[in-house]
């Protein structure tokens, strides 16, 4: 069964391949870490899925990517191009509908973005139900190397 949800992923680049594939190159999991603040990236990208079950389409869809309080991006979606999306549903069964999702995908890209110091990046969602939070990913400083030599005191 399929539950309402969002899907991140960051990443360096998406590219789009033939058929309709998309790779992602250099995927980020949980943690970016740069040598220090601040830094500059020439290239950060978003994957961002909304999926639904098709017998509940979605009725609105606010989505902001957000460093830490401040939104860098924001996306609406109106009425009318939801229920373009939810078409799709139509001329399905009772059971295609319990085992597809309707989806709303969205590749953003921040291009250069900065960062003046450590913070999260999120997604969040607003829908006609709540809000939907997608996986954030922490932006800090690599441990030094003498940070990361072992204490040998000890021996």
Sequence with gaps: MITRHVE????DDIRHELAGKLSFIG???????????????????????????????????????????????????????????SDSAEGMTEEQRKERGLMAQFMLVFSPIQFDGPCTLRVRVQTGDGELRGVALKVDQAPSEADMVPDQSGL
């Design 8 to 11: 991140t992923l960051f990443c």
């Design 27 to 85: 995927v980020y999991s949980g943690g970016l870490f740069v040598p220090a603040f601040p830094v500059t990236l020439p290239k950060l990208c978003l994957s961002v899925k909304i999926v639904t079950p098709a017998d509940e389409p979605l009725q609105a869809l606010n989505l902001r990517v957000l460093k830490d309080e401040e939104t860098l991006q924001e996306i609406a979606l109106d009425e009318e191009q939801l229920a373009a999306a």
